[in-house]
């Protein structure tokens, strides 16, 4: 069973860091991105960052200058690290990975459980 385990978030004062950690286990025979999305109240899910098998990266336009994401494949770990944090970012951070399992020739994504970062003024 693949399993995405997060951890950091937690909650800061506007300006402030947080890194967020997430790491994949289980029948993984290739990966191909790992990103971050986060889901604030009413709205929808949106993409954070992602960061593909090759190194590319790619950030939303509201975080860039601010986060930087980065992987290690062979740990199948990915980590985000925000800095100077807005109140606008306050949100449920998920964990995403696309993967292909052992003896099966689909990719799939897979989410992890969610982690919530609360940005005060």
């Known amino acids: 069973q693949v399993q995405l385990l997060e951890s950091g978030g937690g909650a800061v004062q506007s300006g402030g860091s947080l890194g967020l950690s997430c790491v994949a286990s289980g029948p993984i025979f290739s990966i191909n991105a790992m990103g971050w999305y986060r889901q604030a109240p009413g709205k929808e899910r949106e993409l954070v960052a992602n960061?593909?098998?090759?190194?590319?990266?790619e950030y939303a336009e509201s975080v860039k200058g601010r986060c930087t994401i980065s992987r290690d494949l062979a740990e199948k770990t990915v980590h985000l690290q925000m800095n100077n944090l807005k109140v606008e970012d306050t949100a449920v951070y998920y964990c995403?990975?696309?993967?292909?399992?052992w003896g099966d020739g689909t990719w799939y994504d897979y989410w992890g459980q969610g982690t919530q970062v609360t940005v005060s003024s």
């Open positions: 995403h990975v696309y993967l292909l399992k």
């Open positions: 960061i593909t098998s090759g190194g590319s990266a």
